[in-house]
């Protein structure tokens, strides 16, 4: 194999051997720990930089690095691996994101502080099964990576998290194993139904499925529906959303971060690498109640914003309504809308995973959470990261020129001239109320800004907030 062939690989397994060699350290080599952990992510990391640089991107479309070499032969599986112009700028959000979030670590450890190994062995083993669900070109092998992210996930929040942390980590993992299993259910329809064009047999092979029919119309929605509640829980689209603000208000920092940065994504990556090029027919039926439903999730998450106190539980809710706006791009079911939908997705991963980071930093020097205890008055005593935290709000509200902005817009004009086939006067419905959720967006954060960041600092926190 060549050096190509293996530059996924080591991208994606790197993370899940760091965590096997901090699973066999002794106890309470914390600092060695640490150090073996951001060595992992920053490996990690810098192969996927490495990918970026010679990735062609004259040739996009096309699947690079590619390799793919037998598995398991008795059900047809395959480890078939690669990046396109779609799944690059996911991989490398994901090892970017999870690196950041290993330094964030090293000075800032949530409670239990005692149980170093765990967490970063889980922060390790969580990437591999974010880096591998976007780099997957097998159903199953897809399957595999979507389903390890889940217990990690689990444990950093019912371990690590706060309040009901317990609660809110049941929820997670009950709300995506129920979406899991229909989308299991899914994948395995389309095998019994596909003809594999190499050697007439079945397949998971997800470009060989592509062009098939899979015995008509009625079946591909049926399948189809089993695919939409397994991303789209994960998405979350409302109104499958309610496990979102609860995981993102008791999970860690980190947690939130990789939470909003990646996870997410998975949900929506599921529908442009599986769901539309798979199930092309059943999709133009489905796309007029998608870019429904991601309309009222931008403006039921702006909605909610608006009457939230707590800081992480607002940025919680407005992934709800970002995600909207990358759900109405993929539902218009054109080349600009699935732009629309990458751009969205690496913008809102960056900001709210900032976001995030801001406000777990915030709860470091106030201990509290709760928007009208801290403010009015960040700006006057902590001015660097009020500054911060000033920028990034809005750039999550999308002022022009910054990142939130071009994905929301172009997902707009997209909704604008639909694919062929779908209702032009419905969709252009769906833009003039997603431009409403705009305006609410820009409502709701320059509130926050207002509430947390101007002013004058309250009396309790003219000394030191710590």
């Given at each position: 194999m060549t050096f190509d062939q293996w530059l996924l690989s080591l991208v994606v397994f790197l993370p899940l051997v760091g965590a096997g060699v901090i699973a066999a350290m002794p106890k309470g080599q914390h600092a060695l720990v640490r150090l073996v952990a951001l060595i992992a992510s920053g490996a990690a990391l810098v192969f996927g930089i490495v990918a970026l640089v010679r990735f062609d991107f004259h040739a996009s479309r096309t699947f690079q690095f590619s390799v793919n070499t037998r598995w398991i032969d008795s059900i047809g599986a395959r480890y078939h691996m690669g990046v396109d112009g779609i799944a690059l700028p996911l991989l490398v959000l994901t090892v970017a994101l999870t690196f950041l979030c290993v330094v964030y670590s090293q000075k800032i450890m949530p409670k239990p502080q005692?149980?170093?190994?765990?967490?970063?062995?889980?922060?390790?083993?969580?990437?591999?099964?974010?880096?591998?669900?976007?780099?997957?070109?097998?159903?199953?092998?897809?399957?595999?990576?979507?389903?390890?992210?889940?217990?990690?996930?689990?444990?950093?929040?019912?371990?690590?998290?706060?309040?009901?942390?317990?609660?809110?980590?049941?929820?997670?993992?009950?709300?995506?194993?129920?979406?899991?299993?229909?989308?299991?259910?899914?994948?395995?329809?389309?095998?019994?139904?596909?003809?594999?064009?190499?050697?007439?047999?079945?397949?998971?092979?997800?470009?060989?499925?592509?062009?098939?029919?899979?015995?008509?119309?009625?079946?591909?929605?049926?399948?189809?529906?089993?695919?939409?509640?397994?991303?789209?829980?994960?998405?979350?689209?409302?109104?499958?959303?309610?496990?979102?603000?609860?995981?993102?208000?008791?999970?860690?920092?980190?947690?939130?971060?990789?939470?909003?940065?990646?996870?997410?994504?998975?949900?929506?990556?599921?529908?442009?690498?599986?769901?539309?090029?798979?199930?092309?027919?059943?999709?133009?039926?489905?796309?007029?109640?998608?870019?429904?439903?991601?309309?009222?999730?931008?403006?039921?998450?702006?909605?909610?914003?608006?009457?939230?106190?707590?800081?992480?539980?607002?940025?919680?809710f407005s992934s709800v309504g970002h995600m909207g706006f990358v759900m109405l791009g993929i539902s218009t079911l054109t080349d600009k809308g699935i732009n629309a939908a990458v751009f969205g997705m690496v913008a809102h991963g960056v900001i709210t995973g900032m976001l995030f980071f801001l406000a777990g930093s915030l709860y470091e020097r106030y201990h509290t959470r709760q928007i009208d205890d801290i403010g009015p008055g960040v700006l006057q005593k902590i001015p660097r990261m009020g500054a911060i935290f000033v920028f990034v709000a809005i750039a999550s509200l999308g002022l022009p020129g910054l990142a939130g902005f071009w994905g929301e817009v172009i997902a707009l004009l997209a909704a604008f001239n639909p694919a062929p086939g779908l209702s032009s006067s419905l969709f252009r419905s769906y833009m003039v109320l997603g431009g409403i959720g705009t305006i609410l967006t820009a409502g709701y954060m320059l509130w926050l800004i207002q509430r947390l960041n101007l002013g004058v600092v309250r009396e309790k926190w003219a000394s030191d907030p710590s």
């Open positions: 005692d149980k170093v190994k765990g967490f970063f062995a889980l922060i390790l083993l969580l990437e591999t099964g974010m880096a591998g669900t976007f780099t997957s070109l097998d159903l199953v092998l897809f399957f595999v990576f979507w389903e390890m992210v889940l217990v990690p996930m689990y444990f950093i929040i019912a371990i690590w998290g706060s309040e009901r942390k317990e609660y809110s980590a049941i929820k997670f993992f009950l709300y995506t194993l129920f979406g899991s299993v229909f989308m299991l259910l899914g994948f395995l329809a389309m095998y019994f139904r596909s003809v594999d064009p190499v050697t007439g047999g079945h397949t998971f092979d997800m470009i060989r499925l592509q062009g098939q029919h899979f015995g008509g119309i009625g079946f591909q929605n049926l399948v189809f529906l089993g695919l939409f509640l397994g991303f789209a829980i994960k998405v979350p689209m409302w109104p499958f959303h309610t496990w979102l603000p609860d995981a993102h208000g008791d999970a860690p920092t980190v947690g939130s971060v990789l939470l909003a940065g990646i996870l997410l994504k998975m949900g929506a990556y599921g529908f442009i690498r599986i769901a539309l090029p798979l199930l092309p027919r059943a999709a133009k039926d489905w796309a007029p109640y998608i870019g429904g439903l991601a309309v009222i999730s931008i403006l039921y998450g702006a909605l909610c914003c608006l009457a939230q106190k707590d800081i992480k539980r607002l940025i919680a």
